[in-house]
């Protein structure tokens, strides 16, 4: 998760799976934290992104000062490639104490 919050060109354009907010309740490094819990209990997109106040969705832009004031979400949507999805499940998984498949 958190490489795609470094490589934003990535999760956001190439993978399709990051999203980009104005503004938050928290930084950036608790978002991370708080999405892979609450994910790994099941909850759904839109109730982590209220419980994060995740607001003013923006479009992906290369240029770091932009980026740089923003805040990144990694959606659940399965990317166009698949195998960054498959790294995430893992992760989830492993945060839940899930057995690994």
Not at 58 to 71: A, C, E, G
Request: proline share 2%; hydrophobic share 35%.
């Amino acid at each position: 998760m958190c490489n795609l919050i470094l490589n934003s060109c990535l999760g956001c354009q190439i993978e399709g799976i990051v999203e980009l907010y104005g503004s938050a309740e928290y930084n950036q490094n608790k978002i991370v934290q708080i999405t892979r819990k609450m994910r790994s209990g099941g909850k759904s997109d839109s109730s982590i992104i209220r419980a994060l106040g995740l607001k003013g969705k923006v479009p992906f832009r290369r240029n770091r000062k932009y980026l740089s004031v923003l805040f990144a979400f990694v959606t659940s949507w399965k990317g166009s490639r698949g195998t960054v999805e498959e790294a995430l499940e893992y992760g989830y998984r492993r945060q839940a104490g899930s057995p690994m498949q």
